[in-house]
């Protein structure tokens, strides 16, 4: 069943069965759950390419840092906050306090600064207020010690190992030498539904210590970083183990002026979303891109550089602002969109901060430049039209896709071919889908919290106002055995 949900609003709707049990504490199934999406750094605030470029570039040496591939370095200055451009606000602890955490795709754990934190931020650019947990002032708080199961076995590791006083504590080391520093703590995570607030105890990070980069002089901090990554701890992962959220969210991202955008947790459906499988066993959101089509034309590329190796392939992540190719595939791309752009439809070309391809169009840009197909395993495509591989420079329009530089073998897509999009991550059925659309406009979100692995839904079945009319008589039942029940 679906519920039409309002985008970009901190809202959550129960639109299914309450599974409520009589204990000390009543809890209950609250899904799906939206949350709002800020821009740390609004569109129409121009940046040049290259410090869009520097920001990336912190960015993936935080994304394979946490990884086993090898050989993703990258040259030149970064703000390892520059990771992602996007926040929300989530309240912990009781009594219930505001942080706002960096939504990231490409890390795991949620932590927040701990109030005796060293090297915090303690002001930000960032138009919110900086918080700081406490674990005395919280009275659901409780320590992670040495014999929790995220301090031993598969996670015994430098991110997460004994201390001497039986503290569970972490070091999470990026490769620009900054690093993040603390200990495990258990505590209440808050979502606020229209009709009742529910809450799940979840493990996070209480960072003690931050250094380099991630300390006091970034200039963009917020209060910790909130993961919804592939591994065991994350968000997703630990909610949907508890069956409180199906192991499924998504994301549509403003590519207005506005910014902004909505999370989901639960799956957004629509007719037009097509799927293609995650990669098996790998940290991150990995994806088998099979082909790269310019203007219908195959590039003449050797198809080994984009195999889902180890030290390549290709990598979805919301927190990486433009795109990126390797070098070899990079220049037949680019080849490939000045062969298709007609040069009467120019008034001429010029190169940005010394690397970046940018044109003079006498035209629209939709009416001048070609279209570019992804084309990944199962058969599905991601057609992006030039808005989704350009960028807006000082003088005219410039390739928003940059080369990685070196022998990286990368290709990793972020938020310029992301945006103006759904795009689900299908944990539970190991896939991820997308489609176009305006994320300014409402959407349905599925409420089914079972699913076996790897099935597929046609979200076309039943229409929206029929899918809605039937979750709004399960919602009124579901609140009467509700009462009736839990009371």
Not at 21 to 37: A, G, I, K, Q, Y
Not at 360 to 387: D, H, Q, R, T, Y
Not at 392 to 401: L, M, P
Not at 422 to 443: H, K, N, T
Request: proline share 5%.
């Amino acid at each position: 069943m679906a519920a039409t949900l309002p985008g970009g609003i901190l809202t959550a709707a129960i639109i299914a069965l309450f599974l409520c049990r009589t204990t000390r504490t009543v809890t209950c199934e609250l899904f799906p759950m939206t949350l709002s999406l800020e821009r740390a750094i609004p569109l129409n605030n121009k940046m040049k390419l290259s410090e869009l470029k520097a920001r990336d570039s912190a960015r993936h040496r935080r994304l394979i840092q946490s990884s086993n591939d090898t050989g993703f370095t990258l040259e030149g200055t970064y703000d390892p906050y520059g990771a992602g451009i996007y926040y929300t606000k989530v309240q912990l602890g009781s009594p219930p306090r505001d942080f706002h955490l960096q939504v990231d795709t490409g890390s795991d754990p949620l932590w927040v600064t701990c109030s005796s934190c060293s090297g915090c931020p303690n002001k930000t650019e960032l138009q919110i207020e900086l918080s700081s947990f406490d674990p005395g002032k919280s009275s659901t708080h409780t320590p992670v010690t040495c014999t929790d199961s995220i301090c031993n076995s598969e996670y015994q590791s430098p991110e997460a190992m004994c201390s001497k006083n039986n503290r569970c504590t972490y070091t999470f080391q990026y490769a620009d030498d900054s690093a993040s520093a603390g200990y495990y703590v258990t505590d209440l995570i808050h979502f606020a539904t229209p009709v009742s607030n529910g809450s799940s105890p979840v493990i996070f990070g209480c960072s003690t210590e931050l250094t380099g980069n991630l300390a006091t002089n970034n200039s963009r901090g917020v209060d910790g970083i909130i993961g919804f990554g592939r591994g065991d701890t994350s968000v997703i992962s630990q909610l949907s183990s508890k069956r409180l959220v199906p192991k499924v969210f998504s994301h549509c991202l403003r590519g207005d002026d506005q910014g902004g955008g909505t999370l989901v947790l639960g799956e957004i459906v629509d007719p037009h979303i097509v799927f293609t499988p995650l990669v098996p066993s790998r940290t991150h959101y990995n994806l088998d891109l099979k082909g790269i089509e310019v203007k219908g034309q195959n590039l003449e590329i050797d198809s080994s550089v984009l195999q889902a190796l180890e030290n390549q392939g290709t990598v979805v992540d919301s927190g990486t602002t433009m795109a990126y190719l390797p070098d070899v595939v990079y220049d037949s791309f680019l080849n490939a969109i000045s062969a298709a752009t007609p040069v009467e439809s120019l008034t001429g070309t010029y190169v940005a901060d010394g690397y970046s391809q940018c044109f003079w169009a006498k035209k629209s840009i939709s009416e001048v430049f070609p279209n570019v197909s992804l084309n990944f395993a199962g058969g599905a495509s991601m057609v992006l039209k030039p808005k989704d591989y350009l960028t807006d420079g000082e003088k005219g329009w410039c390739i928003g896709i940059q080369k990685m530089e070196g022998s990286q073998a990368f290709t990793i897509l972020g938020d310029i071919v992301l945006k103006d999009r759904i795009i689900v991550y299908d944990l539970a059925g190991q896939r991820i889908g997308w489609a176009d659309y305006d994320c300014s406009r409402p959407f349905n979100v599925s409420g089914k919290l079972n699913r076996a692995p790897g099935s597929r839904r046609d979200a076309s079945r039943g229409s929206p106002r029929e899918a809605g009319t039937l979750a709004f008589f399960l919602s009124l039942i579901c609140i009467l055995l509700f009462f009736s029940i839990c009371a």
